[in-house]
């Protein structure tokens, strides 16, 4: 079958593999759609994100969907022809955290496209039945794919206990920020604002529904958070940056006893935030790593046409030109790439 590994920064080299048996509890995809995530741009330019090094050829892309081919001896709820979207991390089912349901925090899960970990820019893929989803009708396999970012999205909702008729500022309109915003939409928000430093991404945002964007070049996120909620601040505050100085300006832009989600993640490991502000104003800071039992939602959500996320969908290219569409994603104005594989 045919793959695309990463050899080294910059470097995608097309090999053939071995299809993939599926053990007894695994199905066998023929994967069809993959989106390219900002973490397989960083591993492309870089080579490494923080611990996690690139040391022998690996599989890119971890937001993928395809058609199951085979199934293992083991696996009753899927059969040869479902149409499906894959969750990158398998936990370990062992530890403390996986039997919270906290899985997402398992220290064991093997997530695609981490080093070691091969991902989905392959022909086909053997993925454990219980991660795997099947797609309804009214859901396409490039929807299926893009459960993967939209469940960080609803996750950092979750974390956030976004409600109905609350105010929601997302800092950043990248793939993330776009789909938290889809997601608290979903869950009852009645006022999404949205910053960044693109004027094009921000424009991008209004056209999806947000009802004010701040371009935080030329205008300042806590006096337009302030103009327009009276004073009051955003109920919560999802952080999809990483951008130092979007993480600092949280805690003023979100309302006394309010919420700060933290999703972006920052170049440098510490980022100043003011304890005393944090203390003074009761705020809730939560961290949102990934997410746990969100795919069920992510489909349902896309089947109702509750959210939308093709609209965050810039290009589709073939694997052969996944070089091309990496360096494409890597422009500024870029939101989210897609590989399609025949
Ligand atoms: N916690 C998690 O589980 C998790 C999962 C996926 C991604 N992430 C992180 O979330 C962040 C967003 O991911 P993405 O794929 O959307 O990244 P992205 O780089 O595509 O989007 C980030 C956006 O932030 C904008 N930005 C830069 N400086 C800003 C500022 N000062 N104020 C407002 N916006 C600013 C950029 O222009 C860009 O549009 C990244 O840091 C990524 O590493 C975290
Ligand atoms: C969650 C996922 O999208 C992220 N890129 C990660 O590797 O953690």
Redesign the pocket.
Known sequence: MRTVVLREPGQFEMRERDRPEPADDEVLVAVRDVGI???DVHYYEHGRIGDYVVEDPLVLGHESAGDVVAVGENVETLVPGARVTLEPGVPCRQCRHCKRGEYHLCTDVEFMATPPHDGAFAEYVAWPADFVYELPEAVSLREGALCE?LS?GIHACRRGDVGVGDTVLV???????MLAMEAARAAGATDVLV????GS?LDRALDRGADRVID?TETDLDSAVDEYTDGVGADVVVE????E??IESTLDAVRRGGTVVL???ADEAEVPLDVLEIIDNELDVHG???YANTYDAAVDLLADGTVDVEGIVDFTDPLEEIDAAFRRSME?DT?KGMISID
Not at 171 to 177: L, N, R
């Open positions: 995530c900002g973490s970012p960080v800092t950043g309109a990248g793939p993330i920020g910053s960044d430093v693109v991404k935080v999809a940056s990483g951008a100085p979007s999703v972006g993640l949102s790593f990934r500024p939101v």
